[in-house]
Antibody, heavy 122, light 108 residues
Framework: EVQLAESGGGLVQPGRSLRLSCAASGFTFSDYAMHWVRQAPGKGLEWVSGISWNSGGIEYGDSVKGRFTLFRDNAKKSLYLQMNSLRPDDTALYYC????????????????WGQGTTVTVS | SYVLTQPPSVSVAPGKTARISCGGDNIGNKRVHWYQQKPGQAPVLVVYDDTDRPSGIPERFSGSHSGDAATLTVSMVEAGDEADYYCQVWDSSSDHVVFGGGTKLTVL
């Protein structure tokens, strides 16, 4: 079964850091681009960041650029999001998401979503 | 930055057809993907590349593209279709994934 399992969320004070992890199983992780998408309470979906299959392309949403760093370890089938200088408006449920394509520029839709990990900045 | 515009809400009676629009500048040049999100659950891809359905998604869900808008059509609507629906594209100008604001589908 194709699965994504996020971890690392929690309550953190403004200005502090947090690292989210995502463990993938049931598919060849190294063949696909991966993303983080977040959803603030009662709000819509917001794309945070994405990374190509080989880490050759990494992009960030405007609200997190310069504060968040996305990286992956294909050998460990894992995706990570290092979040620094956290702000109250970063409070959200963070989803790890699989792309149907391998490269960001060849994005083909987001076909597998984890259940999310909650980050609260307060 | 690129903006996708969706109506906040759409209401439809059971058995009827719901149409949810998604507008954006030159959206006809982009591939549109659609997601369904039920309360307390993660989103689910229901249409990708404008018109294609992932395996397991009923044929009642279909996508189309015309002019400056894309449309998700849900035929023979059921109570279980009540959810938030989001359209999404890749904006090659900014190299960003962009989501619409979402549309709440209410089954009357």
């Amino acid at each position: 079964e194709v699965q994504l399992a996020e971890s690392g969320g929690g309550l953190v004070q403004p200005g502090r850091s947090l690292r989210l992890s995502c463990a993938a199983s049931g598919f060849t992780f190294s063949d696909y681009a991966m993303h983080w998408v977040r959803q603030a309470p009662g709000k819509g979906l917001e794309w945070v960041s994405g990374i190509s299959w080989n880490s050759g392309g990494i992009e960030y949403g405007d609200s997190v650029k310069g504060r968040f760093t996305l990286f992956r370890d294909n050998a460990k089938k894992s995706l990570y999001l290092q979040m620094n200088s956290l702000r109250p408006d970063d409070t959200a449920l963070y989803y790890c998401v699989k792309d149907r394509g391998a490269a960001l520029g060849r994005h083909k839709g987001l076909d597998v979503w984890g259940q999310g990990t909650t980050v609260t900045v307060s | 930055s690129y903006v996708l515009t969706q109506p906040p809400s759409v209401s439809v009676a059971p058995g009827k057809t719901a149409r949810i629009s998604c507008g954006g500048d030159n959206i006809g040049n982009k591939r549109v993907h659609w997601y369904q999100q039920k309360p307390g659950q993660a989103p689910v891809l229901v249409v990708y590349d404008d018109t294609d359905r992932p395996s397991g998604i009923p044929e009642r869900f279909s996508g189309s593209h015309s002019g400056d808008a894309a449309t998700l059509t849900v035929s023979m609507v059921e109570a279980g279709d009540e959810a938030d629906y989001y359209c999404q594209v890749w904006d090659s100008s900014s190299d960003h994934v962009v989501f619409g604001g979402g549309t709440k589908l209410t089954v009357l």
